[in-house]
């Protein structure tokens, strides 16, 4: 009886871990087909550079498409719609944004862990960010050698956008199913 009920248990962990791996699937299709230049102009619009009307509906047709082919290869319902293009547009953002503080000198996982957003994380941001929180990241970047006063201020844009974008991501893509 016992080896049955283990049996029956087993069944269930491998039924699951197909449909997890094509919901992982589906949800980094849009960030692995979005193009550099797309998740360039989606990154600068939510953190450094408000675009103009014209490429505003731009980037809405661009994304709109990268959604739409993904939505049709992994069959997200349209009633996902709304959903899978706020996890799509947060989790292009979210990779964009993570490679420019990259660039910048300032390690993503110094934003994430001072915020408490990213995969298993809290990811929950107040409208403001605390000074405690800043207090945490300043000192980890005096700790790992870098000068926070030579962080150029389109950067410290960058690490507001990163973490909204981060949190968003991962609070949307962890209620999707």
Not at 44 to 62: F, I
């Amino acid at each position: 009886m016992r080896l049955l009920l283990i049996s029956a248990a087993a069944l269930g962990l491998f039924a699951t871990a197909p449909a997890q791996a094509a919901t992982q699937e589906a949800l980094r299709c849009p960030i692995q087909i979005a193009p550099a230049a797309v998740a360039r102009k989606l990154a600068d619009a939510m953190s450094v550079r408000e675009p103009t009307p014209e490429e505003g509906q731009a980037l809405e047709q661009a994304i709109n498409s990268l959604v739409d082919a993904c939505r049709s290869v992994h069959d997200i319902p349209d009633e996902r719609e709304e959903d899978y293009l706020s996890i799509a547009l947060s989790g292009i953002v979210m990779v964009r944004l993570a490679a420019d503080l990259e660039e910048a000198g300032l390690p993503p996982s110094y934003v994430e862990d001072a915020m408490d957003v990213g995969e298993g994380r809290g990811n929950v941001l107040a409208d403001e960010v605390s000074e405690e929180v800043i207090a945490k990241l300043l000192e980890r970047l005096e700790k790992n050698g870098i000068d926070h006063d030579s962080i150029d201020s389109s950067v410290w844009m960058k690490v507001g956008a990163y973490a909204a974008c981060t949190s968003a991501y991962y609070t949307l893509a962890g209620a999707f199913n």
